[in-house]
């Protein structure tokens, strides 16, 4: 019996410790989180989106690079946007809140995409892989502009079709890189699929001004 005993308070230190590993974790992830938002939050109760000063904006892109780069920026902190996220828009009342916090999932997406570049091979420049990733690096607001200028049903060079092929690509060597299910995949995924979405809406309003 008292060997059980020992056994059970053993276990229940154990769980303790996880319990309580897990809380520190949920608690760096929020003031990581918290760090990122500063340049944007001001100390007034409601959040102005976009914010009043656009170089709050390059600090705030400047706080996720570094904390990207510290390896700070990982499934916990996903998972604690993902939350934050959610709780703003069941309270339906927080819109600025809902854009700051997808303005920072698009911006860690943006620069774990940018990490690797399919542009070169060998000699030779992939045109497509090079629009691609010019428009992976662009803020999402200069997405139109970028599509507008880039493809050739446009002023650009390259054909929808290849830009479309380039995006799948893209997409299939993420799945294949991150662990399937997770938080980063997600993210990464959905960040491919705007700029998907996005090309086929430009696409169709271009189509439509040549027929």
Same mark, same amino acid.
């Given at each position: 019996m ?7 308070i ?53 706080? %996720?690079?570094? *904390?990207?780069?510290?390896? +700070? ?5 996903? @998972?604690?946007?993902?939350?934050? !996220? ?24 943006s ?16 045109k ?18 970028l ?19 380039? %995006?799948?690509? *893209?997409?299939?060597?993420? +799945? ?5 299910? @997770?938080?980063?995949?997600?993210? !990464?995924?959905?960040y ?20």
């Amino acid at each position: 019996m008292k060997d059980y005993e020992e056994l059970a308070i053993s276990v229940m230190s154990i769980v303790d410790r996880l319990v309580h590993k897990t809380n520190e974790k949920i608690d760096s992830a929020t003031d990581v989180l918290k760090g990122i938002l500063k340049p944007v939050v001001d100390d007034v109760v409601e959040i102005q989106w976009p914010p009043r000063d656009p170089e709050s904006l390059k600090l705030m892109e400047k706080e %996720i690079i570094e *904390r990207e780069q510290e390896g +700070l920026l990982d499934e916990g902190f996903l @998972s604690e946007i993902n939350a934050q !996220l959610r709780q703003a828009k069941e309270d339906g009342d927080k819109p600025g809140l809902e854009a700051m916090l997808q303005k920072v999932l698009q911006l860690y997406a943006s620069k774990v995409l940018s990490k690797r570049s399919y542009a070169k091979k060998g000699d030779e420049i992939l045109k497509a892989e090079e629009f691609l990733e010019t428009i992976i690096k662009a803020p999402e607001e200069e997405w139109n502009k970028l599509l507008l200028n880039g493809l050739s049903i446009g002023k650009g060079e390259t054909p929808p079709q290849e830009l479309f092929a380039v %995006i799948k690509k *893209r997409i299939e060597r993420t +799945l294949i890189r991150t662990e399937g299910g @997770s938080y980063q995949q997600r993210v !990464l995924s959905e960040y491919l699929n705007g700029i998907q979405s996005r090309a086929e809406q430009i696409v169709q309003v271009l189509e439509g001004k040549t027929q």
